[in-house]
């Protein structure tokens, strides 16, 4: 039975622990947000040759196939993007690192970056993305953004707060970057 339990309970424990990327809400519209951005370091795979996620370079470099070999811990969301036929996977570096500090990566598909800040508008959903979810919540979050006359400057992004064992109260969200006037 104790075994059970913490089974079940490993996962949020894990995530209790695991950093989550700031942001500043700004606003709650009618099923969606407007969030404010911070820059922040990144570590980003381009499937642009290979048609691989990334998953695997990103997860060797934070395991320590860096130039200084250091582990470094995972954090959440995990951003995935796609345009013009190429697709991207990035993990969010801990609030540690600055562009002076995250160390190199080895591979070659693999860059180390700083995002610019941003605002975005976001729509949550649960369960496991897949295409079907991610097209359909993109389409919902576009038109409420036309129907309240918010300018998109950029195409949309799915973050992934949760890891694959984690079965219930997923987190996932559609991202899209707004042109925003406080």
């Known amino acids: 039975m104790k075994q059970t339990i913490l ?3 490993f996962p949020w424990i894990l ?3 695991t950093e989550e990327q700031s942001y500043e809400l700004i606003e709650t519209r009618s099923n969606f947000e407007i969030r404010y951005y911070p820059p922040v370091m990144m570590v980003e795979y381009d499937s642009n040759e290979s048609g691989s996620s990334g998953f695997r370079s990103l997860f060797r470099y934070i395991s320590g196939s860096n130039n200084e070999e250091i582990k470094i811990a995972m954090t959440t969301p995990v951003h995935m ?8 996977m990035a993990f969010v ?4 690192f600055d562009p002076s500090s995250a160390p190199e990566p080895k591979e070659k598909n693999v860059r ?7 605002f975005y508008a976001t729509i949550r959903y649960s369960g496991y993305t897949n295409p079907n979810k991610e097209k ?5 979050l576009i038109k409420l ?6 300018k998109r400057i950029g195409s949309a992004k799915v973050f992934v707060y949760d890891a694959p064992y984690n079965f219930i109260n997923r987190r996932n969200e559609i991202s899209i ?6």
Not at 93 to 96: M, T
Not at 112 to 118: K, P
Not at 136 to 140: A, I, L, R, V
């Open 7 to 9: 089974i079940f309970l």
């Open 15 to 17: 995530m209790a622990q």
């Open 145 to 150: 953004l036309e129907e309240e006359g918010i």
């Open 93 to 96: 570096l801990p609030k540690k």
């Open 81 to 88: 993007e796609k345009k013009e036929g190429k697709s991207s």
């Open 112 to 118: 180390v970056y700083q995002s610019e800040a941003g």
């Open 136 to 140: 359909s919540y993109t389409e919902k």
């Open 177 to 182: 970057p707004i042109d925003w006037k406080q």
